[in-house]
C-alpha cells in the first residue's frame, strides 16, 4: 500500500488531511515486526494474535503481587497527549512503568506549543533528549502518522487517538477482553452500537473484527450518526436498535461525542436513549451469555441503562484493567523490533 501523504510542517492549529490507506512499510519493519502502531487497518491477523497472546503473558504477570519487569529498563517513553484523556492517558503511563521506562508526561497546556512553537520543533527538542517512545493523542486525524515519517530511526510512535481515524490499543484491549471471555471470533455476532459516524474507536474495532474474522459485525445507529460509506467496511447496518440487538454475543457501546459535531445530528438526548439507549429490556434481545462493553467515558441514561453498566453482563472495567496489558504487549513488542 501507498504512504499516506501528510503536510511536511504542522504549527499549532494547522489542520491534517485524513489519512488514507495504511503506510505499512512506515509501521512495520522489513520481515513484519511492529515498528510502530498507528492503525489496526493493513495487519493481519496472526500479528493481532501475536499482540494478543503477549498481553495475555502480561495479564498474568498483573495479576501477581509483583507486577514490575525490567523488559523497558533503561528507555524513556513520552506521553504527548494533546486531547484530554484519564484512562488511555494513565493505562499507557501505568503500562510504561511496569516494563521499568522512564516516564515523562508533556503538559500541551503550559508547554511551548502555547507559544506558537511547531510540532516538528516539539519532537527535535524532545528527541534531542534521547527518547525512544512518544504516545501520541491529537485531535486532528494523521498526527501520528504525522510523526512516525518524522522521528528519528530508533523512536516509535504510538498512536493513543487521532482525531476521527483510528485508536488501536482501545480496539487491541477490546479484541483482548472478548477473547478472554468468547474465545473464537469467527462463531460470534458482535454489534457496535451509538455514534460511529465520529467515534475512532469503531473504525478500529470493525477493522480488528475483520481481521480476526468475526463471525457477523453489525453497526447499529441513526442515518445522521453513520457514515456515508460505511457498507464498504464489511459491517451489516441496522437502524433499529432492536433488531440489531438480536442474538448478538457482544454489545460495544459507544460515547455520543458533541464536541466532534459540527451541527445537529441529533434532536436530543432524552429521545436518543428512547431508541438507541442500552436498557435491560433491550438486552434480554441479545444471547443469553451476552458482553457489555463500552470505550468510556459512559454517559448513563444517554448510551446505557446504570443497571446495565453496572450489570452481570458488564465488562467495562475488566477493558480498563486489560488495556495495561495490551500496552504493555504493544511497547515491549516495538522496542523489539529496534532492538532485532
Known amino acids: 500500500m501507498s504512504d499516506t501523504v501528510v503536510t511536511p510542517v504542522l504549527a499549532g492549529a494547522a489542520r491534517l488531511p485524513e489519512p488514507g490507506p495504511l503506510p505499512n512499510r512506515l509501521q512495520l519493519t522489513d520481515d513484519g515486526q511492529l515498528r510502530h502502531l498507528l492503525t489496526i487497518e493493513g495487519l493481519n491477523r496472526d500479528l493481532l494474535n501475536e499482540i494478543l497472546d503477549t498481553a495475555e503473558s502480561f495479564a498474568n504477570m498483573n495479576e501477581k503481587a509483583v507486577k514490575k519487569v525490567p523488559l523497558l529498563r533503561g528507555k524513556t517513553i513520552v506521553n504527548l497527549f494533546f486531547e484530554a484523556s484519564t484512562r488511555t492517558r494513565t493505562t499507557f503511563e501505568l503500562a510504561a512503568k511496569r516494563l521499568s521506562a522512564d516516564v515523562l508526561n508533556i503538559n500541551i497546556s503550559t508547554s511551548s506549543a502555547v507559544k506558537g512553537e511547531?510540532?516538528?520543533?516539539?519532537?527535535?527538542?524532545?528527541?534531542?533528549?534521547?527518547?525512544?517512545?512518544?504516545?501520541?493523542?491529537?485531535?486532528?486525524?494523521?498526527?501520528?502518522?504525522?510523526?512516525?515519517?518524522?522521528?528519528?530511526?530508533?523512536?516509535?510512535?504510538?498512536?493513543?487517538?487521532?482525531?476521527?481515524?483510528?485508536?488501536?490499543?482501545?480496539?487491541?484491549?477490546?479484541?483482548?477482553?472478548?477473547?478472554?471471555?468468547?474465545?473464537?471470533?469467527?462463531?460470534?455476532?458482535?454489534?457496535?452500537?451509538?455514534?460511529?459516524?465520529?467515534?475512532?474507536?469503531?473504525?478500529?474495532?470493525?477493522?480488528?473484527?475483520?481481521?480476526?474474522?468475526?463471525?457477523?459485525?453489525r453497526v447499529v445507529a441513526p442515518c445522521s450518526l453513520l457514515p456515508a460509506d460505511v457498507d464498504q467496511l464489511g459491517v451489516h447496518v441496522y437502524n433499529n436498535l432492536d433488531a440489531g440487538l438480536k442474538d448478538v454475543d457482544v454489545i460495544i457501546m459507544l460515547r455520543l461525542q458533541r464536541e466532534r459535531m459540527e451541527h445537529a445530528h441529533l434532536p436530543s438526548e432524552h429521545e436518543y436513549y428512547q431508541l438507541f439507549g442500552l436498557t435491560s429490556r433491550r438486552l434480554q434481545l441479545a444471547h443469553p451469555t451476552c458482553l457489555v462493553m463500552h470505550p468510556g467515558p459512559a454517559n448513563r441514561g444517554v448510551e446505557i441503562e446504570s443497571a446495565v453498566a453496572d450489570g452481570p453482563h458488564s465488562v467495562i472495567l475488566q477493558q480498563v484493567t486489560y488495556g495495561i496489558s495490551v500496552r504493555q504487549a504493544v511497547m515491549s513488542m516495538v522496542m523489539g523490533a529496534h532492538q532485532s
Open 118 to 217: 511547531s510540532l516538528l520543533d516539539t519532537l527535535r527538542n524532545l528527541e534531542a533528549m534521547n527518547v525512544d517512545m512518544f504516545v501520541v493523542r491529537h485531535e486532528e486525524s494523521g498526527t501520528a502518522h504525522f510523526i512516525a515519517r518524522h522521528v528519528a530511526p530508533g523512536i516509535s510512535v504510538l498512536n493513543a487517538g487521532d482525531g476521527r481515524h483510528a485508536h488501536p490499543t482501545q480496539a487491541l484491549l477490546d479484541m483482548f477482553t472478548i477473547r478472554r471471555h468468547k474465545g473464537d471470533f469467527t462463531k460470534l455476532k458482535v454489534a457496535i452500537v451509538g455514534d460511529i459516524l465520529h467515534s475512532r474507536v469503531a473504525r478500529s474495532q470493525i477493522h480488528a473484527l475483520n481481521i480476526l474474522q468475526t463471525g457477523e459485525v
